[in-house]
Nanobody
Framework: QVQVVESGGGLVQPGGSLRLSCAAS????????MGWYRQAPGKQRELVAS???????NYVDAVKGRFTISRDNAKNTVYLQMNSLKPEDTAVYYC????????WGQGTQVTVSS
């Protein structure tokens, strides 16, 4: 009965910001590494940000310095703060609980356009 649910996507202008949320249930959340992935049309899904159970973070080069991943274990929620958004950030963003054999959310659309 694991559920992973993303929210917070939408349409934003270049240079704008969005904050994505991902709530997980049915797992001991604090024990899981969490990741944000994205998939643009015609492209492979890629890991853009991750955070370990101990709070260590990592980012793909394309978002480094613009995106911040964080977690609130009391709320079983992981966040992705996205600043200085670019059109090439347009994608469906997916949350995953566990980075090896984990659980996927349904995705939330982020569109960066004028």
């Amino acid at each position: 009965q694991v559920q992973v649910v993303e929210s917070g996507g939408g349409l934003v202008q270049p240079g704008g910001s969005l904050r994505l949320s991902c709530a997980a249930s049915g797992i001991i959340f604090s024990r899981y590494a969490m990741g944000w992935y994205r998939q643009a049309p015609g492209k492979q899904r890629e890991l853009v940000a991750s955070i370990t159970s101990g709070g260590f973070t990592n980012y793909v080069d394309a978002v480094k310095g613009r995106f911040t991943i964080s977690r609130d274990n009391a709320k079983n929620t992981v966040y992705l703060q996205m600043n200085s958004l670019k059109p090439e950030d347009t994608a469906v963003y997916y949350c995953k609980a566990g980075l090896t054999n984990g659980y996927w959310g349904q995705g939330t659309q982020v569109t960066v356009s004028s």
